[in-house]
């Protein structure tokens, strides 16, 4: 379909059911390709001109990192997404992201914390993380990742105070990480 030079619309119709990923060769894409196109390979998304948000949703039903090929992520689709995987704030551009997705993000999973704009970096965002890291109970099990230290890090290096919410046992450990005794 790549090459034919008048793309009707059965052609391409059938080229799509051929091939999902004919889609983005396909100069007037019509919604019911579209659609054909997404419900095959969700990754299809990619390829098709106007992403609507029924089209999005199809495209995350068959795998929620497809969400990265979303150009304009809308609220309501990635909040939907954090709620299932706040790990996949990494896939939503900063300029896309706001302080209540954010929040979500680290009280499905903490992690998160490291794909959040910095702007969004509040005294509230960095309790909420280090209350779902206690939940996890990551400290007590002697786990340290490079990736949960440079959270908690960033955290107390910002909001010192926040120290305090760990309990003592874990807050012991936090102070002789930080001071390099681990």
Not at 115 to 121: A, S
Request: glycine fraction near 2%.
């Amino acid at each position: 379909i790549r090459y034919v030079k008048e793309q009707t619309d059965e052609l391409c119709m059938m080229a799509v059911k051929r091939w999902a990923d004919s889609i983005k060769f396909i100069k007037n894409q019509t919604p019911e390709m579209c659609k054909e196109a997404v419900t095959q390979n969700g990754h299809c998304i990619l390829g098709i001109k106007k992403q609507t948000y029924e089209l999005c949703l199809e495209a995350i039903k068959h795998d929620i990192e497809n969400l990265k090929y979303i150009r304009k992520p809308q609220l309501k689709l990635s909040m939907h997404v954090i709620k299932f995987n706040g790990l996949c704030l990494r896939f939503i551009k900063p300029r896309y992201q706001t302080y209540k997705l954010c929040l979500e993000a680290v009280k499905n999973k903490f992690e998160a914390f490291l794909y959040i704009d910095p702007n969004f970096n509040t005294k509230e965002l960095s309790t909420e993380t280090i209350l779902q890291i206690n939940k996890s109970d990551i400290l007590s099990n002697r786990v340290w990742s490079i990736r949960k230290y440079d959270i908690l890090n960033t955290i107390f290096s910002k909001y010192p105070e926040l120290i305090n919410l760990l309990n003592n046992h874990d807050r012991y450990k936090i102070e002789c990480s930080l001071q390099g005794f681990n």
